[in-house]
């Protein structure tokens, strides 16, 4: 074999997920190259028919779904079941999202699969995976931040109940990566070994891990030797809170300021950077060496906040263009506060080629973030979300073709 | 080849990262089973001495250097160099995070390491990739945040300066887990063609990735037909943030709630769920078929408002569990808030064996995260994270002992 235009050119993937983690690593798959098959159910995926911006096309659909091809199948009728296993028959990998059970009772279990398909990888997604208490519910990303002790991570100034960040489905992103690790770790194992896997994320790990740092336990392991934190959650939240709130009231180094049109982002980790900042915001602070220390006495405490509000006034009186402009001829890490809204055409993106532009039969044009990788330069050359059903004839002939194949071998 | 005990066994990896993005990515290849090696200078990487619980080990390191080993070398020191080409001469993959120019300097650039080791796999994590005005700069997580719209996306319901979600290095993981996927998509050509690559991923992609839903122009994308947004970037997050506390204030299906001990997050994103939210909590919203829908006139929006706070009041009335049990009862998405320190031992996690511990020695048993991936099962038997140059000699005596072979043959 020589070149490949995609490392994972010919292998097929049988694609059963919807809304996030499953479609996000489904499309890591297509754009190494894999031929991903989305199998959608008549009404199609949930995201097509969600504020969509052309019949069928959802931003978040656009932005999920390139290089797949899509049939549509209704797994419930029998002669649709048929085909599908058909197609799984065919297929080096096979990706599903369902909750605990409906995989088995609708016919496509491993087992099942791997009674006929028996080196297929099996990759599968949930949100807690089949053991324990939640073993069973569904996983919604803002549910799962809730329980996953991200969101109490991140307490309100005024104490009301938190929020996520941003608006993102942090989780459902992690996971769906995370996914796209497992199933190319089991293709490298079966290139070596011929042997087929069952591979499963879980969105409560995605969780998780993003907290790696502080989900440490360097105490007795068995869990017998815990005792209970005291308290009560609403009063340990609130709690961080406050201790998040005079935190942030004495942070000088290591944050967003207000500036006279914006904010400008800081990222002051060393001591010569530190330097640099008292010396930019004429300001002498010196407690420079260790800011991270909590106040030896309340006079301290009051100092510090006081130290604070004078560089938060000072960086009222120069625009956010000025400040990045200091500071970048000082090397200290910063940047402007951007908007998402300015970024398509943002020149660091447009010059670093970040994005994949494909154009959609009977719209035009569309521009989708990457995938993040470069690999000797960018790739070219993809498929467009598909129309639902688009390749449902195109597939059935394949499979067709196939079959006489067998028959007259 | 029969059955492996990880699917990367065999594979060796030399690590110069340092950080989160670049050990996180090794860390994912070592848990598979490759053989990572990482090379540390002689004060050690930086995470062993910032706030250790045991000389050379902190938490942020334990969580991200499991399954490696560690060599020193002063790459500064020709004779270290030396010995740090030798062994890149035996690796599969080369990884490393230095600013753009410094892997040159040092004499280990992808063009004088494939001089001597043609088909390796080159990995690199970068702030913003080797093109555009920012290709120069430092990419500390937080400004990452800042340039990529994360924290604008963010804004503070007083309207102050926005900070970063949970305290937690997300541009960061999520970076690592996308030079995992790029490692191994390469590796997965190099077993197919033979052929090594150069692999690249960037901080700003991996935070603009987490925002693709929203990343999508549907416009004309050469960017010049595309007009500035009006306003400075304070007046629009300022707005931005009356917009989202307007809708905080309308949001009943799809958030969090204080109880009378703690918080619960419900997550209706269908007609069902909502109508068994109004079910459980006795109040009657005309709109619950299309909550997101704007107000259609001032009295409307009043009214909104007045059920939001209804619904808030009635949450504080019943504990957590209370709460967690009725709506679980309908088989609604909801859950307790919970704390990091807690789900160390949670019964959930402890069920699901979503963490992996080891045993430190001269320190004693320590849990760490998973991986967030089970293989027909979990994986066991796992290399504690190194002491800093515990495996130099043994690297040392492996270089000798494959060049003396080479002699001999």
């Given at each position: 074999m020589s070149e490949l235009s995609g490392p994972m050119d010919g292998i097929r993937v049988v694609d059963f997920s919807g809304y996030i983690a499953g479609p996000f690593c489904t499309q890591i798959l297509g754009d190494m190259g894999a031929d991903v098959i989305k199998v959608e159910p008549p009404k199609g995926e949930q995201w097509r028919v969600q504020d969509p911006f052309a019949k069928g096309f959802s931003k978040s659909f656009v932005s999920l779904n390139r290089n797949k091809r899509s049939i549509v199948l209704d797994l419930k009728q029998k002669a649709d079941l048929d085909t599908a296993l058909e197609l799984i028959a065919t297929a080096d990998i096979v990706v599903h999202n369902y909750r605990p059970g409906v995989a088995e009772r609708l016919g496509i279990g491993y087992d099942a699969v791997r009674a006929f398909n028996p080196n297929v990888i099996y990759a599968v997604n949930s949100a807690y995976g089949p053991n324990g208490p939640r073993a069973q519910q569904a996983g919604y990303d803002l549910v799962i931040q809730a329980v996953s002790g991200l969101i109490a991570a991140n307490p309100r100034p005024d104490g009301k109940a938190p929020r996520r960040y941003a608006g993102i489905a942090l989780i459902d992103f992690t996971a769906g990566q995370t996914l796209a690790i497992g199933v190319m770790s089991a293709l490298i194992k079966r290139m070596r070994t011929g042997q087929g896997t069952r591979v499963e994320s879980t969105l409560?790990?995605?969780?998780?891990?993003?907290?790696?740092?502080?989900?440490?336990?360097?105490?007795?392991v068995d869990g017998k030797t815990q005792s209970k934190n005291p308290g009560t959650v609403l009063d340990r939240v609130q709690a961080w809170a406050g201790q998040m709130n005079d935190l942030v009231e004495r942070e000088l180094y290591y944050r967003t300021y207000e500036t006279n049109d914006g904010y400008v982002t800081i990222g002051c980790l060393n001591v010569p950077q530190r330097r640099h900042f008292m010396d930019l915001l004429a300001i002498d602070d010196p407690w420079f060496e260790n800011p991270d220390a909590l106040p030896a006495s309340p006079d301290e405490d009051q100092e510090r906040r006081a130290?604070?509000?004078?560089?938060?006034s000072k960086f009222t009186q120069k625009s956010t263009a000025e400040w990045v402009s200091l500071f970048e001829g000082r090397d200290v890490p910063c940047a402007p506060v951007q908007m998402a809204d300015d970024l398509m055409f943002d020149g660091q993106v447009t010059a670093g080629g970040y994005f994949i532009d494909f154009e959609l039969p009977e719209f035009g044009q569309v521009r989708t973030m990457g995938n993040g990788l470069s690999f000797n330069g960018r790739p070219n050359g993809h498929l467009p979300p598909p129309s639902l059903g688009q390749h449902t004839a195109e597939i059935l002939s394949e499979l067709a073709a196939a079959s006489d194949q067998t028959k007259r071998a």
């Open positions: 409560i790990e995605a969780a998780l891990s993003l907290q790696r740092q502080k989900l440490v336990s360097i105490e007795a130290l604070t509000l004078a560089a938060e």
